[in-house]
């Protein structure tokens, strides 16, 4: 929200993509610093490293960020009824829906990609293997999120969104095959190439789909889909994988993403979004 309220309207898909870059190459960093430390300095010194980081970043905010913040007049700040009506808003319903399942597919994969390796692995070298995977999945989804900022402009994010969800469920499909350890981490990483331009394309489609004033409570509401994502994505995948088997967990994956796709074309395609709207 801070990032998007600094910038030009037609300049919002390249500031998302940075925004997204950034974030995925910490995801991409963390688990490789995290792990060397904790192997060469024992579990707890990770915590005081993320500590002065966090710490580190705070300041770096508060004195490197400058802010054209005017606070609301007396009497017109917003309410939690301001909130929900936006949140059921024909213009934000369908995007907070999109926004959270397409974190489910991600967060489904997440848990049982450790185990799919340790069943093919003899090595007991499950953990490292899947940290190769989730960093692979960081620096192609930081890779995709630039290059997704550079074209946006000339693209319409709507066709981004659904070449990005169709890829993602042609994507989830060859690690239902895989055979081998290489195999699984190559199949999963490479759907970060995918995650990258979804997520800065429905991020940037939050920030066109209100007003300036309300950009703040439409990021806040997109993260708690997020976050909404994040958390029913384990549950159904450990359901699945109790049930019917770790691999099934990539076709429903598939189906998901297919079926955003077109929900997409279907609720989004009929709207116009764009950076003229103030």
Known sequence: ALAAAQTPRDRLPFAMGMVMLSVQLGNMMGPVFGGLMADHSGFRTTFFVAAGALIAGGFAVLFLVKEKFTPPAKGEGTTLRDMLRLAFSKEMLPLLIVMCAINIGPAMIGPITP????????????????????????????????????????????????????????????????????????????????????????????????????????????????????????????????????????????????????????????????????
């Open 115 to 278: 185990l799919l390796i340790s069943s093919l692995s003899n090595q007991g070298s499950a953990a490292g293997a899947a940290g190769i995977a989730f960093a692979i999945i960081g620096g192609t989804t930081a890779l995709a999120a630039f290059v997704t900022s550079r074209i946006a402009r000339r693209t319409p994010l709507k066709k981004i969104m659904v070449f990005c969800c169709i890829g993602l469920a042609l994507l989830y499909l060859p690690p239902i095959f895989a055979q081998t350890v290489p195999q699984v981490v190559l199949f999963i990483g490479i759907t970060g190439l995918m995650m990258g331009g979804l997520a800065t394309a429905s991020n940037t489609l939050i920030s066109y789909s209100v007003p300036v004033a309300q950009q703040g409570i439409a990021f806040g509401l997109g993260q708690s889909a997020n976050a909404l994502g994040g958390g029913l994505g384990p549950f159904i995948s450990g359901g699945i994988g109790s049930t019917l088997g770790l691999r099934w967990v990539f076709p429903v994956g598939a189906v998901l993403f297919a079926v955003v796709g077109i929900v997409v074309v279907k609720v989004l395609g009929k709207r116009q979004i764009g950076p003229k709207r103030e």
